[in-house]
């Protein structure tokens, strides 16, 4: 079973700032299944970034995905009060399952 | 438009068995698989399974095997979760999301409380 650390666990910037996160996989994961979604509290998950680096629809282009391989990042390049929430990785693997990072707060500094 | 609808909120006792619902709607039923997932308070997103809501074929977290059924009914585009055996460490909001890589839409959550 792969697992997936994310780095850091919590991310304390401000507005206008550039936030970089981590995804690391304990073994190769393809890009195609790859995802990134944010989470905001008291809501359900929304796909950000699917196939490593394509953004869902509607999406703005300050958030950004890449990495291969066993590292990943999403990055956001100037943050906005709304992107402040929690980001999680998500791999899909073998017999159709799913696997999770633990997360990363981007929270008001 | 395309939507998930959960069921509401529960509340069980140690032992009891949940059946959560994830309603369906705005597109072909059958063309999308459900996964569901789970976060218990302050934490983390669980993954419990899968279901094929066009041949009713499904996958479970090793986690949950033997205690978790997804079971689906083609003809109110309803798929659900049964999770048998509750104890206090199955407090938890579970959603449906659809896709099979990925999920684009989610349902709303619904928080199952279990407590005696």
């Known amino acids: 079973e792969i697992v997936l650390t994310q780095s850091p666990g919590t991310l304390s910037l401000s507005p206008g700032e550039r936030a970089t996160l981590s995804c690391r996989a304990s073994?190769?994961?393809?890009?195609?299944?790859l995802a990134w979604y944010q989470q905001k509290p008291g809501q359900a998950p929304s796909l950000l970034i699917h196939?490593?680096?394509i953004r869902a629809t509607g999406i703005p282009d300050r958030f950004s995905g890449s990495g291969s391989g066993t590292d990943f990042t999403l990055t956001i390049s100037r943050l906005e009060p709304e992107d402040f929430a929690v980001y999680y990785c998500?791999?899909?693997?073998?017999?159709?399952?799913?696997?999770f990072g633990q997360g990363t707060k981007v929270e008001i500094k | 438009q395309v939507q998930l609808v959960q069921s509401g909120a529960e509340v069980k006792k140690p032992g009891a068995s949940v059946k959560v619902s994830c309603k369906a709607s705005?597109?072909?039923?059958?063309?999308?698989?459900i996964h569901w997932v789970r976060q218990a308070p302050g934490q983390g997103l669980e993954w419990m399974g899968i279901?094929?809501?066009?041949?009713?074929?499904?996958s479970y977290a090793q986690k949950f095997q033997g205690r978790v059924t997804m079971t689906r009914d083609t003809s109110t585009t309803t798929v659900y979760m049964q999770l048998n055996s509750l104890a206090s460490e199955d407090t938890a909001m579970y959603y449906c999301?659809?896709?099979?890589?990925?999920?684009?839409?989610w349902g709303q959550g619904t928080m199952v409380t279990v407590s005696s």
């Open positions: 705005g597109y072909t039923f059958t063309t999308f698989y």
């Open positions: 998500q791999q899909y693997g073998r017999s159709l399952t799913w696997t």
């Open positions: 999301g659809r896709g099979l890589i990925v999920a684009d839409i």
């Open positions: 073994q190769s994961v393809s890009s195609t299944y």
């Open positions: 196939g490593a680096s």
């Open positions: 279901i094929n809501p066009s041949g009713g074929s499904t």
